[in-house]
């Protein structure tokens, strides 16, 4: 399903900000451990745990663990379940719940596909980020852009809303917003 830019597009009086805590529990040489906690959301929303983990295996290779949680009560739940029925019908995370001899996977949906779409976007976000550093700042946006976008048609099946232009156009919007209300 494609979604037009008027669509995706939202007013920032009308966005929730979720205020994160920031802890670095664990630094060393070959391993860091950073977390994200905030203690409220939108919708009645409650917990969330972002945490990042990163250890230095042979070479120029890094295993990255991330885990992404959140809590909700009964605004939430009734949130969720109407997104579920309209907006989120038919969206798929990469679990794939088929029988191992089943020639076509069947990915889970719901609220498990939802967290699952939502922690590869975050995935994406923090390697198109790490991607750009050694590149001049002023191209560092525009190629994480890019790079996230480029990773997450990978995954065409969970992850494609827009095409290209229009993430880009948006996303630049987005940034010229954000930046202006400051």
Same mark, same amino acid.
């Given at each position: 399903?494609?979604?037009?830019?008027?669509?995706?597009?939202?007013?920032?009086?009308?966005? @929730?900000?979720?205020?994160?805590?920031?802890?670095?529990?664990?630094?060393?040489?070959?391993?860091?451990?950073?977390?994200? @906690?905030?203690?409220?959301?939108?919708?009645?929303?409650?917990?969330?745990?972002?945490?990042?983990?990163?250890?230095?295996?042979?070479?120029?290779?890094?295993?990255? @663990?991330?885990?992404?949680?959140?809590?909700?009560?009964?605004?939430?739940?009734?949130?969720?379940?109407?997104?579920?029925?309209?907006?989120?019908?038919?969206?798929?995370?990469?679990?794939?719940?088929?029988?191992?001899?089943?020639?076509?996977?069947?990915?889970?949906?719901?609220?498990?596909?939802?967290?699952?779409?939502?922690?590869?976007?975050?995935?994406?976000?923090?390697?198109?980020?790490?991607?750009?550093?050694?590149?001049?700042?002023?191209?560092?946006?525009?190629?994480?852009?890019?790079?996230?976008?480029?990773?997450?048609?990978?995954?065409?099946?969970?992850? @494609?809303?827009?095409?290209?232009?229009?993430?880009?156009?948006?996303?630049?919007?987005?940034?010229?917003?954000?930046?202006?209300?400051?």
């Amino acid at each position: 399903m494609n979604i037009s830019e008027k669509e995706v597009a939202e007013e920032l009086a009308a966005t @929730h900000r979720i205020l994160f805590d920031y802890e670095v529990e664990t630094t060393s040489a070959r391993y860091f451990r950073v977390k994200l @906690h905030a203690d409220s959301g939108p919708l009645n929303t409650r917990d969330y745990q972002i945490v990042l983990e990163a250890v230095s295996l042979s070479g120029d290779r890094t295993f990255l @663990h991330l885990t992404y949680a959140y809590s909700y009560g009964v605004i939430g739940r009734l949130a969720m379940k109407a997104y579920l029925a309209t907006f989120g019908r038919g969206k798929v995370g990469f679990t794939n719940i088929t029988d191992s001899r089943s020639a076509k996977p069947r990915y889970v949906a719901g609220v498990r596909g939802l967290v699952e779409r939502n922690t590869m976007r975050y995935y994406l976000a923090v390697d198109a980020y790490l991607s750009t550093l050694s590149s001049p700042p002023d191209q560092r946006l525009a190629e994480r852009l890019n790079n996230w976008f480029s990773a997450s048609e990978e995954y065409p099946r969970q992850l @494609h809303e827009i095409d290209r232009q229009q993430y880009m156009q948006m996303k630049q919007e987005e940034y010229r917003r954000q930046h202006t209300n400051q």
